[in-house]
């Protein structure tokens, strides 16, 4: 198979991540017999370095009608003193916008070789856990309406939750269609029991559960699900979020995984076409450096192999090769933790993973 992928390297150590995810889809595309055709962009401070803005149209377009697009990092303080129109940060919320992304996908694992870096207690962490979250981007409180306005005790803000029987369906619909490419089991975050926005939520999720018969759906209160992912996370598979509950859950189902240099994103929309990214920042003050952890963004091409593509053999054997590499004791700065082992450049560390494919 043939697949065009637009690259947008970005900033910080977005350039040195990308090209290793780079590297490791070159051997996929050896020993499975596909081609992967790579296109470069500008995004973020680099674009408004080269075009003065941080979004031009050639990217836009470039990205619209690749199959696929691989984001590295925006951002950093070079670009601090922009006017807010003109961040590097606006150049990712323009990309997101212009494709139309309203879906965010953000596994959670814990890696056996890692558990020690888990903040968790060893107990509730033995079993392990692997889970992912899928968080609704577009809508909710964060795009409502909302202002100032004289109330009963003076100045007042007010900020609008608002969601439409179309929004749940269509997130919906997302993290069953990731349940079935995982554990078959949907947890919808809701407050049900408060706001009328979470009961149309809950009623939509029970509809459209009708049509995945196949897939375990069941609820839990948006308060209850924080304190479980720290109880015992691995009752999790798929946990779908309005976005304003997607945002915290997320961070916190990060947190316990260790690392935030291990965790790859996708954000999708209406087709297989999405946006790929590491969870973690620009890092500018490792940049240019060869000392970046590349697994996030490694994964972050893993996963668009598995859900872009549909190549869940190709996604399997670099996520394997992850497993295999930590579970050797290899390790980057950001990892190394207490285990006294030396730390490998983003380069080194590249070269394990691509080994082991």
Known sequence: MRYNIALLRGDGIGPEIVDSAVRVLERIAEKFGHTFVFTPYLIGGAAIDATGIPLPQETIDGCLAADSVLLGAVGGPKWDTQPAALRPEKGLLGIRSAMGLYTNLRPAKLYPALKDECPLRADIVAEGFDLMM????????????????????????????????????????????????????????????????????RETV?????????????????????????????????????????????????????????????????????????????????AGQNKANPIATILSAAMMLRYAFDLTAEADRIEAAVDAVL?????????????GATPLSCTAMTDAILERI
């Not at 899928?134 to 809508?139: A, D, H, K, S």
């Not at 306005?149 to 029987?165: H, I, K, N």
């Not at 579970?327 to 285990?339: H, K, L």
């Open 134 to 201: 899928v968080r609704e981007l577009t809508g909710g409180i964060y795009f409502g309406q909302r202002g100032r306005r004289e109330g009963q005790y003076g100045p007042e803000a007010y900020d609008t939750e608002a969601y439409s029987v179309m929004e749940v369906e269509r997130i919906a619909r997302a993290a069953f269609d990731a349940a079935r490419k995982r554990r078959k089991s949907v947890i919808s975050i809701d407050k049900a029991n408060v706001l009328e926005t979470s009961r149309l939520w």
């Open 206 to 286: 029970h509809r459209v559960a009708q049509e995945y018969p196949d897939v375990a759906c069941t609820d839990m209160l948006v308060d209850n699900a924080a304190m479980q992912l720290v109880r015992r996370p691995s009752q999790f598979d798929v946990v779908l979020t309005s976005n304003m509950f997607g945002d915290i859950l997320s961070d916190e189902a990060s947190q316990i995984t260790g690392s935030i240099g291990l965790l790859p994103s996708a954000s999708l929309g209406e087709g297989k076409r999405g946006l790929y990214e590491p969870i973690h920042g620009s890092a500018p003050d490792i």
């Open 327 to 339: 579970s050797a004791g290899f390790r980057t700065a950001d990892i190394v933790g207490s285990t």
